[in-house]
């Protein structure tokens, strides 16, 4: 890949979008991973004084914390930090007063509220700055449907979702985003001990090598089909019930 040229096209494409619908800048959430990283450094060169990031902890580590300092340190722009741990609990003990499950299914339900109430966070500052909100998925999480409907996927431009998780760590070596930040273990820090390979059930490489050569064992091909096809709508608009005409 050419990551000069990749994120040239990524800085023009993105101040294209933003003109054509009207607005004035972007803003995206800041959260100390790789993904986040790379979107930062783009968007910062796209709109160098219109670009807001937002750091949204929410029951997070000290260490994404800190790396998201550090992404903001390298990529100066207008920021703010929004705890949201005090809103997460009221919300999780209202939601579980009227329904509750155990074990990993309550895990899950606790955690996808997280990101859908960062997703409320940034179009409130989208909306008020006329700004767009941009995304972070990139295309080996959105193949396998790993992305929580209406939270992370929820935005208005996919900077990053025709980069594969190989990809992306090519621009961030290209773009020089700090190096502990590309090692870490990405990770959507949903509860402690959670790693995105973890929750896929299938490491990037793996998910890569399908992605850009159509290649890995049966059983791993066998899965990724399944779980794209299962997670289909996750990549597309809700579905229109359309009247016949004979009805109307």
Not at 45 to 52: G, I, T, Y
Request: hydrophobic residues 40%.
């Amino acid at each position: 890949m050419n990551a000069e040229a990749v994120c040239n096209y990524l800085v023009e494409w993105l101040q294209s979008e933003v003109k054509k619908a009207g607005c004035k800048g972007v803003v995206l959430g800041i959260s100390g991973g790789v993904d986040s990283a790379v979107a930062a450094a783009i968007a910062q060169r796209a709109f160098p004084d219109r670009c807001l990031g937002l750091v949204l902890p929410c029951e997070s580590s000290l260490e994404d914390m800190m790396d998201a300092e550090k992404v903001l340190a390298k990529f100066p722009m207008t920021y703010q930090m929004i705890e949201l741990d005090d809103v997460y609990q009221l919300l999780a003990t209202q939601y579980e007063s009227f329904i509750k499950r155990k074990g990993h299914l309550g895990q899950l339900l606790r955690a996808n509220i997280k990101p859908r109430l960062r997703m409320i966070t940034m179009y409130y500052a989208a909306q008020a700055m006329n700004y767009l909100v941009i995304g972070t998925t990139n295309k080996s999480e959105l193949l396998v449907g790993y992305t929580t409907k209406h939270g992370d996927s929820g935005v208005d431009l996919q900077l990053l979702a025709d980069l594969t998780k190989t990809e992306i760590y090519e621009l961030a070596h290209y773009l020089e985003v700090p190096q502990g930040i590309i090692n870490k273990t990405p990770s959507g820090g949903l509860w402690a001990g959670q790693t995105d390979e973890g929750e896929i059930g299938l490491t990037y490489q793996q998910l890569d090598e399908y992605i850009l050569n159509g290649s890995g064992d049966e059983e791993t091909i066998a899965k990724i089909q399944s779980m794209a096809k299962r997670n289909e709508h996750k990549r597309r608009m809700p579905p229109i019930a359309l009247i016949p005409e004979k009805y109307r």
